[in-house]
Nanobody
Framework: QVQLVESGGGLVQAGGSLRLSCAVSASTFSTYAMGWFRQARGKEREFVAAISWNGGSVEYADSVKGRFTISRDDAKYAVVYLQMNSLKPEDTAVYYC???????????????????WGLGTQVTVSS
């Protein structure tokens, strides 16, 4: 069973930075493709960023491209990160990480493609 626990959320002013972490409890973390999604109040959950199982491919939503960076640490800890810079009030949401065993190379951008999810961490950006 795969368990995901997000951390690092909080309240930050516009223009500030946060780094989210997702600790993954899995015997073979290095074989999982990972993704970050977010859900603002009253809106549907949306894709933010994804990384392939080996870190060789990453993709971002247009709204965060150039500001957010996804990365993973397989060497020592089973953790995936989301570095968020130049935060905007519209980035306010609950952020979720997700995991799946890849069936093909590359990244996954759709919610339905991920069977494993964390409970989320709140990010609030004040103007």
């Amino acid at each position: 069973q795969v368990q995901l626990v997000e951390s690092g959320g909080g309240l930050v002013q516009a223009g500030g930075s946060l780094r989210l972490s997702c600790a993954v409890s899995a015997s073979t973390f290095s074989t999982y493709a990972m993704g970050w999604f977010r859900q603002a109040r009253g809106k549907e959950r949306e894709f933010v960023a994804a990384i392939s199982w080996n870190g060789g491919s990453v993709e971002y939503a247009d709204s965060v491209k150039g500001r957010f960076t996804i990365s993973r640490d397989d060497a020592k800890y089973a953790v995936v990160y989301l570095q968020m810079n130049s935060l905007k009030p519209e980035d306010t949401a609950v952020y979720y990480c997700a995991a799946r065993r890849p069936t093909e190379p590359g990244v996954y951008r759709e919610e339905y493609e991920y069977p494993y999810w964390g409970l989320g961490t709140q990010v609030t950006v004040s103007s």
